[in-house]
């Protein structure tokens, strides 16, 4: 998720120094009179749409057109959550559809990440254009990687916390010490991510992305999480170090004598 976060780094980098002129100096802001607050309407309008026209495959994993028969992803209540968001005193809709929890086997007692917890994650990313997808992914990873979920998109960062990993096997093949490792039954399923929870040009960051203010689907397969993540290694899992208790650990700065570390990242705050 830093690629897909940092993708268009140089760009970003390039547009910043430009655009920190103001508009005396010619640079006009396009996203300065931007109403965030409808946009979240009408993207929950649009992903709502695209739920009722879509529904799950499990023969291939993947979201197809509804035809007769099947039951749309709207309708699907057993798997569909949908998750409310605040994010800059906005309401978001969030969905997440499971299509199969995860099961640790003989570790149950990892259960669900956190929303500062480390997954590896098997993923692919695709824009909502309407009641159909875009017919490329904007970025996939088939192999896995590790992501820690305080440092992705919330849409991420929220909805990861409705699926389990899977149970670790590790096949010999002759020498115990090194064969290939592999997940059996991870979690498996979709977010559909508002624009708000995604790359929003409230984000100065995003206005060079061609997906600001675009909604996302993500196909996503939770292998593994590391529990309780301790990102500054003090002894106190970094979710327990929202002192405030809004959920957000990065705003959480009790060192005055570091105030440019919050207490998760910093190892004198326990």
Known sequence: MNKIKNIFALLIIAVVILNSCDDENGFI????????????????DSIVKFLKNNYYDYSVDSVKTLVSGKTSLFDDKDNLKEITVNSNDIDHKLYVYVANEGDYGADPDKGNPTVVDSVLVKYSGLAILGTELSTTNFDKNDSGSWFTLVGVIEGWTKGF????????????NGDPFNGPITYLNGGKGVLLIPSGLAYPSSNTQNYSSPLVNTNLLFYIELLDIVKDTDHDN???PSIQEDANGDGDVTNDFSDTDNPSFPDYLNPNIK
């Open 161 to 172: 916390g409705e699926f389990k990993g899977g149970e670790l096997k590790k096949e010999a």
């Open 234 to 236: 003090d002894g106190t």
């Open 29 to 44: 802001d396009p996203f300065a009179d931007f109403d965030y607050e409808a946009q979240a309407l009408v993207d929950n």
